[in-house]
């Protein structure tokens, strides 16, 4: 069974930082060979994909966040980063951390194991 564990989500307002956490365990799991990726989904709207990391530290990212948002991963930690600067009204959504594959893409059939979320509010 593998679990994915978001953390760091607050509200706040805008212009801010944020650095959202996303600890990856299960038996089975072999942390460092899959792809890592966040996404969010805000009401009203379909899940969108905002950056991946391949098990090799390569990225992608939205158009949305490209230079805003930096996503890293430690892999003796298990543990999967997003660093959120300069957020805007239009960030808020839940983020939720994916796991899965060994490609570098932001598409949802691409990853096989999902976190619950964890809520990012930004206000002007």
């Known amino acids: 069974q593998v679990q994915l564990v978001e953390s760091g989500g607050s509200s706040v307002q805008t212009g801010v930082s944020l650095r959202l956490s996303c600890v990856v365990s299960?038996?089975?799991?072999?942390?460092?060979?899959?792809?890592l990726a966040w996404f969010r989904q805000s009401p009203g709207r379909e899940r969108e994909g905002v950056a991946a990391?391949?098990?090799?530290?390569?990225?992608v990212y939205a158009n949305s966040v490209l230079g805003r948002f930096t996503i890293s991963r430690v892999n003796y930690k298990n543990t999967l980063y997003l660093q959120m600067n300069s957020l805007k009204p239009e960030d808020t959504a839940i983020y939720y951390c994916?796991?899965?594959?060994?490609?570098?893409?932001?598409?949802?059939?691409?990853?096989?194991?999902w976190g619950q979320g964890t809520q990012v509010t930004v206000s002007s």
């Open positions: 994916a796991a899965g594959g060994n490609g570098l893409g932001l598409h949802i059939k691409d990853f096989d194991y």
């Open positions: 299960g038996s089975t799991y072999s942390y460092s060979s899959y792809s």
């Open positions: 990391i391949d098990r090799d530290g390569s990225t």
